[in-house]
């Protein structure tokens, strides 16, 4: 039996246990199992891989991304930038080599979503936490320009209110990525502080929450005009690539 799974704590709300356990019934894939492995401490993880001499791979969620590096062997590209690992894939002789599929599930979304035209524009990234990592490196990676925004004057390039008191700031970013998760089921009333009446036709927003489908941060760049996109893409995508990833 081949062996992959989660590592994180607390794990009760696992989207990937669920996604892999219906992907091996509906591909037939067999002898294969998805686990969760709630380990309360990342010094947890050696004890771990020596029980399961079958686990082929691990993805990695709260609050482990960063600090299971000091077990990683080698760090692949999307990793050494992001920061974090959130897959671990365990090579025949055991060591391990972290990736971050959230860097690919992100970048190829994004770049399907806007076509060729990724280069024209400039982005605004609401919230300096964990997801905004990845997305920083694939904007750069893309060209396209862009700037943070915190609650945090120190955090971030702006704050809420400098957007609000200068239209200039919204006028020249046309691509704003939700990185908060503000909106998030149950919290569905909540949306970050923006002008969106000065948005149009012109704008792109991208949330990277998926549940709900469209976020009140979503519906009210729709009603004004924008293009949208949630984060249901980006999820599975990540889901994907990290099955490609353990099996290449
Ligand atoms: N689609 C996908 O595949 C995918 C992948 C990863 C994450 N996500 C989603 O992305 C969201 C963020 O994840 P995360 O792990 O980065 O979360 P997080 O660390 O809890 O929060 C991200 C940032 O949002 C800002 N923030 C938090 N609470 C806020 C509030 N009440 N008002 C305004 N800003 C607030 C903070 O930045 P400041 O302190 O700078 O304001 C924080 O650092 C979640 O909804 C998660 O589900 C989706």
């Known amino acids: 039996m081949k062996v992959f799974g989660l590592i994180g704590f607390p794990l009760s709300h696992s989207f990937s246990q669920k996604y892999f356990a219906k992907k091996f019934v509906t591909e ?40 299971v590096k000091k077990y990683i062997d080698d760090l692949d590209y999307s990793a050494r930038k992001v920061g974090d690992v959130n897959v671990i894939k365990v090579l025949p002789d055991r060591s391990l080599v972290g990736y971050n599929s959230d860097y690919y599930g992100f970048r190829t979304s994004l770049e399907s979503w806007l076509g060729g035209k990724t280069a024209s524009f400039n982005a605004l990234v ?101 293009i949208i996109k949630n984060g249901l893409e980006m999820l599975i995508l990540q889901a994907e690539k990290s099955w490609e990833i353990w099996n290449q």
């Open 28 to 67: 037939g894939i067999q002898d294969t199992t998805y686990e969760n492995f709630e380990i309360k401490h990342i010094d947890d993880l050696p004890a771990l891989l020596e029980s399961y001499p079958d686990l082929f791979g691990l993805n990695v969620t709260i609050p482990y991304k960063e600090e």
């Open 126 to 226: 609401l919230g300096t936490g964990g997801a905004s990592k990845a997305v920083k490196v694939v904007l750069e990676d893309c060209n396209i320009n862009y700037r943070t925004v915190s609650r945090d004057g120190k955090k971030g390039d702006f704050t809420y209110f400098e957007l609000i008191e200068d239209p200039d700031i919204v006028r020249d970013h046309t691509l704003i990525i939700n990185t908060t998760p503000l909106g998030m089921y149950p919290h569905v009333n909540e949306a970050p502080q923006l002008p969106y009446d000065q948005l149009n036709d012109g704008y792109y927003l991208y949330d990277l929450i998926y549940n709900p489908e469209e976020t009140l941060f979503l519906e009210k760049g729709k009603e004004n005009g924008a």
